[in-house]
């Protein structure tokens, strides 16, 4: 990266740091709790996107999510995993970022967010904004600095 003064760093649109949609592990509207545990499970993953058919994002969902409604008065209720959809189930509130954006927002927004989805003007989801890659940029700026 060539030397940027901070507020040119701030201003850095956020186009080339995006985790491109076909990358990330997701779930869609209608599928049922159980594949959502198999899918968190299996990526390894503490929260991911809920989109539909045509890729726009709905919700988020991690795993408590999914543990908290089957969780019975002394056991837990593994069977009611297939009758529980991940739409009703989701936090519907999601932190977003619009692909126009720039870094700053991105990393006022990271504060409190492991991840950010990206959409476009139309809600198509485009991918996601990581905490890693923004702390990533952040040092590679800073070290500009002191090396
Ligand atoms: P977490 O799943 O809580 O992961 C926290 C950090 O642990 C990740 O930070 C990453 O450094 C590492 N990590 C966790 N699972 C990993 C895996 N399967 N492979 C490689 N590294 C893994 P970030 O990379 O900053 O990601 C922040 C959050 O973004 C993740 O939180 C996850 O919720 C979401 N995320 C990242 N990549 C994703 C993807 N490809 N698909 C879906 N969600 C993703």
Sequence with gaps: MMSLSSREFLEMPITDFIISSEKVAHVQMGNNAEHALLVLTKTGY?????????YRLHGM?????????ILGMDHIEYERLTDIKVDEIMDKKVATLNIGDNFQRALDLVINHAFLCVIDDEGTFMGIMTRRVILKQLKKHIYQFNS
């Excluded at 503490?46 to 058919?53: E, G, H, N, Q």
């Excluded at 969902?61 to 409604?69: A, C, F, K």
Aim: charged content about 20%; hydrophobic content about 45%; overall charge neutral.
């Design 46 to 54: 503490s929260s991911i996107p809920v989109l539909d058919a045509k």
């Design 61 to 69: 969902l991690s795993m408590r999510m999914i543990t908290e409604p």
